[in-house]
């Protein structure tokens, strides 16, 4: 009755207004047929050009939600969302602003304005997220939550000070994407049958290692979906929690209220768990706790950064982990990339240059086919869509084991690793560009291809 109320509003109360059923589809169809104009960014940015400078402000605003200003920030949001952007980045520089989104993991511009209109558009930001306005002068972060093009998601903004003006990040989470099975994560054969192998023991630790943005969480997400069931409690510790999944207790570090990674641990091993997830392995105490509950005989499931996996190990020395205390309770590595992936609707077909020849390890061999990346309407022009990832996973065995008991050098374990048949980063990078899944300039942006020639 509220809905038929408001829709009789404009029009008089003795208006007859006829309710009708249609499915969600249609009515957002119908909503963007009717309005979707005024959610258009060059619209918009007309409309505020027309207003001219007092169109800026949104104190003048008596009706906020249709302010012009309001609505740009709305269409900036929407059209980030709908070209799949993880990352909405607000440049200013001298007298524009430059607006910027990271797609597959790179940075493609989209858009740029007048800075005359950057205030309010910083303030509007701001407002959302739950800043302080007022201050310029220093860095700020927040987040906010809207419904964007019929789906939930999370912005978490982070606003630096730079000489031309306020620098605004948003990092988005769409939170009706739905979590990869492990299948699906496109790695390779033998690193799935690994991790499958590795998912069966009854305890011990297991680290996936790289980069932001390198799908460590993705992983870790599928991994518990494989493992999870009735009969395991698993409980997650994460900063923040992505995405909400079933069977599965999950709980944010709030670093104010005492709720940290080596206190969340502390307070999860009351909580009778089979399996701990650990979203990141940042210092000594996380690290000495997370060792202590793979020894209590749970699985551990954590991410530390690292460039590889041996390179892990001195990471986890240089966080107070001995070689010694590292041997019987560490049960498996795996480092990985993500790198653009060939859009499969326009990407060509060439033979590999010289370079690439010396690069993929065919020097003074047949040059291998290649594919390369070209545009079209179904990637956006991009000659790229979606990702996919590069993996090196490390197995502890017993011999390795034993060297990390005997606190053998780390090349040591590494040569015996690779005699092993471990697979670097690169090395499976190469397998990808050979396959026509990546290119050679998305391999060379992720990883050191010279790696695989030493």
């Known amino acids: 009755m509220v809905a038929m109320d408001e829709a009789r509003r404009p029009y008089g109360r003795d208006t007859r207004v006829e309710p009708l059923a249609s499915s969600e589809a249609e009515i957002a169809q119908a909503i963007d047929r009717a309005y979707g104009h005024t959610l258009t960014l060059d619209g918009v940015l007309r409309e505020l050009e027309s207003l001219g400078e007092g169109g800026a402000d949104l104190d003048r605003a008596r009706d906020t939600e249709s302010h012009p200003v309001v609505r740009l920030v709305n269409a900036l949001l929407l059209d980030a969302v709908k070209r799949r952007a993880s990352d909405i980045h607000f440049e200013p520089d001298g007298a524009f602003l ?3 989104l990271r797609i597959d993991g790179a940075l493609v ?11 309010a558009v910083a303030q509007r930001l701001k407002i959302l997220s739950g800043m302080n306005i007022a201050d310029r002068l220093n860095p700020q972060d927040g987040r906010f939550s809207m419904t964007v093009a019929h789906r939930k998601v999370d912005f978490r903004a982070s606003v630096m000070p730079t000489v031309h003006g306020e620098n605004v990040v948003l990092r988005v989470l769409d939170r009706s994407a739905t979590p990869l099975k492990l299948e699906q994560l496109g790695f390779a054969n033998d690193s799935l049958n690994g991790l499958r192998r590795l998912a069966l023991k009854p305890e011990g630790l297991m680290l996936v290692t790289g980069p932001t943005g390198s799908g460590k969480t993705t992983t870790l997400y599928a991994l518990m979906d494989h493992i999870s069931g009735p009969d395991l409690n ?11 999944l079933p069977l599965l207790r999950q709980t ?41 509950a793979a020894m209590t005989g749970h699985q551990v499931y954590a991410t530390l950064h690292a460039n590889d996996t041996v390179a892990a190990l001195p990471r986890l020395f240089d966080l107070g982990v001995t070689p010694s205390l590292m041997s019987g309770v560490l049960s498996g590595i795996l480092a990985q990339r993500l790198a653009r992936r060939l859009c499969p609707q326009c990407k060509r077909e060439g033979t590999a240059t010289p370079e690439e020849c010396r690069l993929l390890g065919f020097e003074g061999h047949r040059a291998p086919t290649v594919w390369r990346a070209q545009g079209c309407e179904a990637c956006g022009h991009l000659g790229y869509r979606g990702r996919a990832a590069l993996t090196e996973l490390l197995v502890i065995t017993p011999e390795i084991d034993a060297l990390l008991a005997q606190g053998a050098p780390w090349s040591q374990i590494r040569a015996l690793a690779e005699r092993q048949g471990l697979r670097n980063l690169a090395a499976d990078g190469v397998r990808l560009v050979l396959s026509g899944t ?13 790696r695989k020639m030493a």
């Open 98 to 100: 430059r607006v910027r």
């Open 109 to 119: 511009q989209t858009l740029t304005f007048h800075k005359q209109y950057w205030a």
């Open 234 to 244: 698993i409980v997650t510790l994460e900063d923040p929690v992505e995405y909400d």
């Open 252 to 292: 944010q570090v709030r670093e104010g209220a005492r709720l940290g990674f080596a206190d969340g641990i502390r307070a999860m091993l009351r909580q009778d768990p089979d399996v701990i997830l650990v979203g990141e392995i940042r210092d000594a105490d996380t690290a000495s706790m997370a060792l202590r």
């Open 438 to 450: 990546i290119d050679m300039t998305s391999l060379i942006r992720v990883v050191d291809v010279t």
